[in-house]
Nanobody, 123 residues
Framework: QVQLVESGGGLVQPGGSLRLSCAAS????????MAWFRQGPGKEREFVAS????????YYADSVKGRFTISRDNAKNTLYLLMNSLKTEDTAVYYC????????????????WGQGTQVTVSS
């Protein structure tokens, strides 16, 4: 049983930084693709970034490219999202997700989800 547990959300001022973590358990993740999605108030869930657990190849939404960095620690089975230069429009619940196989930006392609962590960017 795959379990994903996010942490690290909070309130931050515009221009600030946060690092989200996602602790993964229940199996080895070689061959899996891990992603961060977010859902803002009144919005649909959208792709933020993803990484191939094995190769480390990364993918980003245009809206976060250059500001966010996705990474993973294989030894700790943990996924990270470092968010810099945060904007008010980054306010959302951020979800960690995983799927077996290759990259997809569609949430319906992901099999396992965490419970989400709230990120609020406000002055």
């Amino acid at each position: 049983q795959v379990q994903l547990v996010e942490s690290g959300g909070g309130l931050v001022q515009p221009g600030g930084s946060l690092r989200l973590s996602c602790a993964a358990s229940g199996r080895t993740f070689s061959g899996y693709h891990m992603a961060w999605f977010r859902q803002g108030p009144g919005k649909e869930r959208e792709f933020v970034a993803s990484i191939s657990w094995g190769s480390g190849s990364t993918y980003y939404a245009d809206s976060v490219k250059g500001r966010f960095t996705i990474s993973r620690d294989n030894a700790k089975n943990t996924l990270y999202l470092l968010m810099n230069s945060l904007k008010t429009e980054d306010t959302a619940v951020y979800y960690c997700a995983s799927r077996r196989g290759s990259y997809y930006a569609f949430s319906t392609k992901y099999d396992y989800w965490g419970q989400g962590t709230q990120v609020t960017v406000s002055s």
